[in-house]
């Protein structure tokens, strides 16, 4: 079914050196803007010069974003933790949230960014912990 709820799920390497937070807001701004159109919802982890990343929708559209990510020199070393079915949206009030980890949170969300260190589930309901404690901000969703 191309309409299927789908869930994509990576870590990547930035390659903005250091991670300019103009070039973040510039990221999710078009992010935003395009998974609006696509009917896609997510949460995107920043931390020193890792991404993880969850974007979940139809799959036709997910599957042309996977597409577009491996193209985009802003990042390299996609590892894709997942790619499938899903029974139910988990960022469905967020277009793309992100969130930078805290220098207090890096200890404990280390290994939420090296891959094989966690069960996918485990990393998912961590970062649905964090977006959960976000405000929603105006304009997001
Ligand atoms: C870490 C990372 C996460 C991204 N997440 C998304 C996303 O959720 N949705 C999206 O449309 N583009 C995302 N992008 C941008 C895409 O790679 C691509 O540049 C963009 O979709 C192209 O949009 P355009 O054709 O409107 O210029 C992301 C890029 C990076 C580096």
């Known amino acids: ?10 870590l990547s390497v930035a390659t903005l050196k250091p991670l300019s937070l103009i ?8 992010s935003q803007r395009n998974n609006d159109r696509d009917g896609l919802t997510g949460a995107l982890a920043v ?11 139809p799959r ?24 499938g079915p ?8 967020w277009s793309l ?3 930078l980890i805290e220098p207090s949170l890096v200890v404990s969300l280390a290994d939420l ?16 912990g964090l977006t959960g404690s976000l405000r929603q901000v105006p304009g997001m969703r």
């Open 1 to 10: 079914m191309p309409n299927s709820l789908h869930r994509l799920s990576y």
């Open 23 to 30: 070039g973040l807001a510039e990221l999710l701004a078009i």
């Open 47 to 57: 931390s020193k010069s890792q991404y993880f990343g969850v974007v979940e929708g």
């Open 60 to 83: 036709d559209n997910l599957f042309s974003l996977v597409a577009r990510l491996q193209r985009d020199r802003r990042h390299r070393d996609i590892h894709i933790l997942e790619l």
């Open 86 to 93: 899903a029974s139910a949206r988990i960022f469905g009030r």
């Open 97 to 99: 949230v992100a969130d």
């Open 113 to 128: 960014m090296i891959p094989d260190a966690l069960a996918v589930e485990t990393r998912l309901a961590m970062l649905e």
